[in-house]
């Protein structure tokens, strides 16, 4: 293993592209830290230890992915879920849209079209979103309604100085795009997978520091022991996949012959990733919203259905948030596999080419078969990914940790998911030079 990571600092043109990627991603660590134009630095370091980035629902979402920069108000407040927004939402109107759905089919050329729409998206949701950001934080509520006077006064009231920070802030999602486009381009790995890492583990540390503070060593060490299983567990399934075999029928065609090979369609067991507990996390931040848009008045009497909300969808530690976020999380799995994997259109490229399951006719009824495997294949899929989802709400019940609890929901599942996936490429790279990799 020594042996391996050494070969890899002494290989030149592999060494440059860690160098690279080190040297992006620690400037964007870098400005996770500047804090935007006319925000009064102080008042939110105090608004942060007082509350201890006690935030739930989409906000919760979009501080993870930005490191903890959202709650600091820095030039890179949003980190990069605007463009992880923008590429689902270009995904999924692939559906509803015929021409993004050509260009999906037309290869290098429409590929990059639709990564230049998604660009343009990106930045039209920044905007939105850093609107959206400055207002509740000029409204003070960007830590909720029971914060301290100091977190009432984070940025300047000026439109001017209002509508800077705005834009530095679209500025900063626009800059952290094209680091994520060098890294892939010059670096080693997907860039925006790799930014979205380094957010989530630089978050681990005060994670678990907050539960050695309220619950001592014993359960601080528990908790890491768990991290570990609960690591090894995910590992383990989202490498497993079932390999429906493919044969291909010969064909001659003059001398030559083509044809005859064998393959397989690899089906993960999660193949929808992280996206559903990303959309189940902004589907229950929803009630919540609208929970606080009709707060009653001073000495008025809150309505009823308020007060339920209040008392069964806004904190994560209730037992019927709980419930409704796994079986939201179960729900989005199978409506996003559905979209990701169609079984006709595959059993169609099929047919095209000659290609046949073993025992299974062309056509019709190749589709069903896949369809039915898919099935089944996403119903465990789909329990595994709510039950890795509950592990943070858990965590806020039992051991005091917040909803940015690291061995669990999102956060697990893209640390696990990207460092296999790096690791991969630089042992593949490994290979291509000297015939012997990274992995045994």
């Known amino acids: 293993m020594f042996s391996a990571i050494g070969r890899i600092f002494k290989t030149p043109d592999l060494r440059r592209k860690i160098v690279f990627t080190l040297a992006i991603v620690t400037l964007f660590r870098l400005g ?7 925000v009064n630095y102080n008042n939110v370091q105090a608004c942060l230890v007082a509350n201890q980035a006690d935030t739930s629902g989409l906000y919760q979402m979009i501080n993870l992915f930005s490191g903890g920069a959202l709650l600091q108000l820095s030039i890179f407040a949003l980190g990069i879920m605007p463009y992880i927004t923008a590429s689902i939402i270009t995904q999924l109107l692939r ?3 015929p021409h993004f759905e050509a260009l999906h089919k037309e290869g290098q050329a429409g590929q990059a079209k639709l990564t230049q729409y998604t660009r343009y998206l990106t930045i039209a949701l920044a905007i939105l979103q850093a609107t959206t950001l400055v207002t509740v934080a000029r409204a003070g509520m960007l830590f909720g309604a ?5 977190c009432q006064n984070l940025i300047s009231q000026e439109w001017w100085s209002i509508l800077i920070l705005i ?3 679209t500025a900063g999602t626009g800059l952290i795009m094209w680091f994520g486009e060098l890294i892939t381009e010059r670096g080693i790995g997907n860039g925006m997978s790799l930014l979205i890492f380094t957010s989530i583990a630089a978050t681990f540390p005060g994670a678990l520091w907050i539960i050695r503070e309220s619950e001592g060593w014993e359960v601080f060490f528990l908790v890491i022991a768990v991290g570990l299983v609960v690591i090894a567990a995910v590992v383990f399934v989202e490498q497993s996949q079932r390999r429906i075999p493919v044969q291909y029928a010969k064909r001659v065609v003059g001398r030559r012959t083509y044809g005859g090979s064998s393959t397989y369609i690899p089906i993960k067991v999660n193949m929808a990733g992280v996206i559903p507990v990303i959309f189940a ?3 229950l931040y929803l009630p919540m919203l609208i929970a606080q848009f009709n707060e009653p008045g001073i000495g008025e009497e809150p309505q009823p259905w308020v007060v339920w909300i209040s008392n069964n969808l806004v904190q994560g530690d209730q037992p019927f948030y709980m419930l ?3 079986l939201l999380t179960i729900g989005f799995t199978f409506f996003y596999v559905q979209i990701t994997f169609n079984p ?7 047919k095209k080419y000659g290609g046949f399951v073993p025992g299974i006719r062309a056509g019709r009824p190749t589709a069903e078969y896949l369809n039915y ?7 465990a899929g789909s329990l595994y990914l709510g039950v890795i989802a509950l592990i943070p709400l858990i965590a806020l019940s039992f051991f005091g940790a917040n909803q940015n609890f690291p061995f669990g929901g999102a956060s697990i599942l893209i640390i696990v998911g990207v460092g296999l996936e790096t690791v991969k490429q630089i042992d593949a790279q490994l290979q291509q030079r000297h015939y012997e990799g990274l992995l045994k």
């Open 32 to 38: 996770s830290f500047v804090p935007g134009p006319f």
């Open 95 to 97: 559906v509803v849209i």
């Open 146 to 150: 029971s914060a301290n006077a100091a």
């Open 167 to 169: 834009m530095t802030m």
């Open 281 to 283: 996390s902004a589907i």
């Open 324 to 326: 409704v976020f796994f």
């Open 344 to 350: 006709e259109e595959v059993a169609d490229n099929m």
């Open 373 to 379: 495997v898919l099935t089944r294949i996403t119903s």
